[in-house]
């Protein structure tokens, strides 16, 4: 495989495979002149990060149509919410917590059971890990396609894909996740440990993931 259209996913400690936080030019002060009500500052917030908004919905709805939705949605509650912004993390942090709350939320009054309950963490003897299965998986961390494995995340199970991007693309702790998902640690980390085990599995055989709508609009 050539270099081109390539990425290497080098995490940090804690910070998930894919998450990325750079300081960005101007947000500063246009999150100050936001919260006193300055339109042309809070369409610069827009601007500025309307784009992972809804690279985050998509990844954790798999829906293009509802993902939009829940880009414009998030960026309502922002309109609402900022003035409670204080600055204990970065901005993109809190936006991006803010919209994992939204999402999920929207799933509950579908119905929609976010993790199943039954899952235990007792892996089968052919499944089972090395080590600790709620930590970095090195097969998941070399140089891989990037249109490639955002069609495999695309192609997990809801569950699975849940507890993944919230773990290894968003950065949140097993502990985090069990809280926001209504579940237990274990059950957790046992999705997350399936849900790399699937990966693996149809990354092998990338000829036959299916091309995802709307995918265009991703970026790592």
Request: glycine share 6%; hydrophobic share 35%; proline share 5%.
């Amino acid at each position: 495989m050539g270099t081109q259209g390539v990425i290497t996913m080098q995490p940090k400690p804690n910070s998930g495979l894919f998450k990325r936080n750079p300081p960005i030019a101007g947000e500063a002060d246009a999150i100050e002149r936001a919260k006193n009500g300055d339109p042309d500052a809070f369409s610069k917030l827009y601007a500025l990060h309307k784009r992972r908004v809804y690279t985050l919905c998509l990844r954790m709805l798999g829906n293009v149509s509802e993902a939009e939705d829940m880009t414009q949605e998030a960026f309502l509650h922002l309109f609402r919410k900022l003035g409670s912004f204080r600055g204990e993390s970065a901005f993109s942090t809190w936006l991006h917590r803010l919209t994992v709350n939204l999402v999920l939320m929207h799933l509950r009054k579908k119905g929609l059971q976010l993790v199943s309950l039954e899952e235990t963490i007792n892996p089968s003897e052919e499944d089972a890990p090395k080590r600790d299965f709620g930590s970095r998986d090195p097969q998941l961390a070399g140089s891989v396609d990037r249109v490639t494995l955002e069609r495999a995340v695309a192609s997990l199970p809801p569950g699975y894909r849940m507890v993944f991007v919230l773990h290894d693309v968003e950065g949140f702790e097993h502990n985090e996740i069990a809280t926001m998902l209504e579940c237990s640690t274990g059950n957790s980390k046992s999705q997350l440990h399936k849900a790399r085990l699937k990966l693996r599995e149809l990354l092998r055989q990338p000829e036959k993931l299916q091309p995802v709508e709307g995918l265009k609009e991703v970026a790592l």
